[in-house]
């Protein structure tokens, strides 16, 4: 299936899922028990900067929102030089070995950086990430969970 054909499938699940989701007070989420939690990082020389987080959906496709890859102007962000960490809760020991190179980055087409609509986009990794992907068949939108990385 292309990946321009998921979005919108996929764009529905998530949409319902964070519409839906009730106010949970901030608390660790261990990579044990979200083994599909992904962690988007950029290099830059010496440093990498974790700039967005997003969800294994397959092993090698990131769910993630579609805002991460444009610039404050609105101006597309290109893979170079990103990486995906997966599986981790510990960003500050993640290191090489555990980086996944990004191949390709689809923005839905209609996002618009203005207004945020449809502020969705699917992650192609240049090799597999790993085998526990988030099963979003059957979920109960209610009882979704938003997760990310926090300072």
């Known amino acids: 299936m292309k990946a321009d054909a998921l979005i919108p499938s996929l764009a529905a699940i998530l949409g319902a899922a964070l519409v839906a989701s009730p106010a949970h007070a901030s608390e660790p989420a261990d990579a044990v028990r979200y083994p599909y939690v992904a962690a988007l990082s950029r290099v830059s020389g010496?440093?990498?900067?974790?700039?967005?987080?997003?969800?294994?959906?397959?092993?090698?496709?990131?769910?993630?929102?579609?805002?991460?890859?444009?610039?404050?102007?609105?101006?597309?962000?290109?893979?170079?030089?990103?990486?995906?960490?997966?599986?981790?809760?510990?960003?500050?020991?993640?290191?090489?070995?555990?980086?996944?190179?990004?191949?390709?980055?689809?923005?839905?087409?209609?996002?618009?950086?203005d207004t945020q609509a449809n502020d969705i986009a699917l992650v192609r990794l240049a090799g597999v990430a790993g085998p526990l992907v988030a099963d979003t068949?059957?979920?109960?939108?209610?009882a979704a969970r938003a997760l990310g990385f926090g300072s």
């Open 137 to 142: 068949g059957g979920a109960d939108p209610r």
């Open 46 to 113: 010496a440093d990498r900067v974790y700039f967005c987080a997003g969800t294994l959906v397959a092993p090698r496709w990131i769910l993630t929102a579609a805002h991460c890859f444009h610039s404050r102007t609105g101006t597309q962000i290109s893979s170079r030089n990103v990486y995906a960490a997966v599986g981790q809760d510990r960003l500050g020991a993640a290191g090489d070995e555990v980086q996944v190179e990004v191949d390709r980055i689809f923005v839905h087409p209609g996002y618009a950086p």
